[in-house]
């Protein structure tokens, strides 16, 4: 089953985020990991952003530096349609806050949060939302 909106996801050298999102979906497009890289990364259609919290629980680290740049840029903020939210749960109230900050500053709505590469459930659940959020 194809989804049926695209899924652009940051995924750090650990690589956990892009693994929930290989199991996702085979056509995830990534966020180049240099904030420099993607200043000139343009994504030219709707999509819902998935990315993890960095900082351990402060709030000014929190998104990672190439999602900012990615969002500064209005072609992509325009597009963004949702958020998944990838973490660790050991890090309390703070667990997913990169995720709660973008869909407040933008207004979209949070469509998950994933501990780390989330369970089976989680992929089954996440791409039911998909479909009754952006479906047909």
């Not at 900012?68 to 973490?87: E, H, M, Q, S």
Request: charged content about 20%; some cysteine.
């Amino acid at each position: 089953m194809s989804l049926p909106i695209t899924i652009v996801y940051f995924s750090n050298y650990s690589e956990n985020t892009k693994r929930f999102v290989e199991r996702l979906t085979s056509a995830g497009v990534r966020i180049p990991t240099k904030p420099s890289d993607a200043r000139d990364f343009v994504v030219g259609s709707e999509y819902v952003l998935v990315f993890p919290t960095y900082g351990g629980g402060s709030e000014s680290p929190a998104i990672p530096k190439s999602v900012k740049v990615f969002l500064n840029n209005p072609a992509n903020r325009d597009l963004l349609r949702g958020v998944i939210g990838t973490g660790n749960t050991n890090f309390g109230e703070h667990y997913c806050k990169a995720a709660d900050m973008v869909c407040e500053k933008t207004g979209v709505p949070l469509i998950a949060r994933v501990e780390i590469m989330g369970t089976p459930e989680d992929i089954v659940t996440i791409k039911e939302r998909l479909e009754l959020l952006y479906g047909n």
